[in-house]
């Protein structure tokens, strides 16, 4: 099983629409969950991170389930600007003590007019 | 604040040629890391650093070095460059280390191309 598994998309959505985005991750001691957004040809940025009890910001909701080791990205009401891919990502503590981000290969999103 | 700062932005090596990716960034981070992306693939770790003087090797380091001799400066050296090098290389720094917060500041990446 890979580390941090995402269907790769595309997903293309018109306006308004609500979709979903998977994640399964396969360390079930990963301590922390996030997901990153990435423009085409920019780097990542930190969209949301993602608690235990799921949590909202504003049109986007994250949720996790540790017993099933699965991560989900819930986008309401999709607008264009929306278009991006969204990379998974997995906190893991190292042997050296120190944190880990895994990331996973992303899922492309585009949202049609 | 200009965050973390990568130069050069692209750049064609020749096989066997050797190159220094630079960054700096200005916002006081003690973690600094480099990955690499190529097309349709997760991001990989190169290479890491705690703090100046320290550094450690992540998931693919073969073919690269790293120096830190400041909090700000991680730059990633490129010894006898080969095709399976050409990818987009991000810098990154992160506070305290403490990667749970999850946030790593990104640099705007360098693409290179071994031909």
């Known amino acids: 099983r890979k580390e941090v598994e995402q269907d790769p998309g595309p997903f293309n959505v018109p306006e308004g629409a609500t979709v979903a985005f998977n994640c399964t991750y396969s360390?079930?001691?990963?301590?922390?969950f996030f997901w990153y957004r990435q423009d085409c040809r920019k780097e990542p940025k930190l969209l949301m991170s993602v608690y235990s009890s799921g949590n909202e910001d504003g049109r986007f909701t994250a949720q996790l389930n540790r017993a099933s080791q699965y991560i989900s990205l819930l986008i309401r009401d999709s607008k264009l600007s929306d278009s991006a891919t969204y990379l998974c990502?997995?906190?893991?503590?190292?042997?050296?003590?120190?944190?880990?981000?895994?990331f996973g290969k992303g899922t492309k999103l585009s949202v049609i007019p | 604040n200009a965050g973390v700062t990568q130069t050069p932005k692209f750049r064609i090596l020749k096989i066997g040629q050797s190159m220094t990716l630079q960054c700096t960034q200005d916002?006081?981070?003690?973690?600094m890391y480099w990955y690499r992306q190529d097309p349709g693939m997760g991001l990989k770790l190169i290479y890491y650093?705690?703090?100046?003087?320290?550094?450690d090797k992540g998931e693919v380091p073969n073919g690269y070095n790293v120096s830190r001799s400041t909090t700000e400066d991680f730059p990633l050296r490129l010894e006898l460059a080969a095709p399976s090098q050409t990818s987009v290389y991000f810098c990154?720094?992160?506070?305290?280390?403490?990667?749970?917060?999850?946030?790593?500041?990104f640099g705007e990446g360098s693409r290179l191309t071994v031909l």
């Open positions: 990154a720094s992160s506070y305290e280390g403490r990667t749970n917060t999850g946030e790593l500041f």
């Open positions: 360390n079930s001691a990963s301590q922390s």
């Open positions: 916002m006081n981070h003690n973690y």
């Open positions: 990502v997995v906190n893991n503590r190292s042997g050296a003590g120190s944190y880990q981000l895994t």
């Open positions: 650093s705690v703090g100046a003087g320290i550094t």
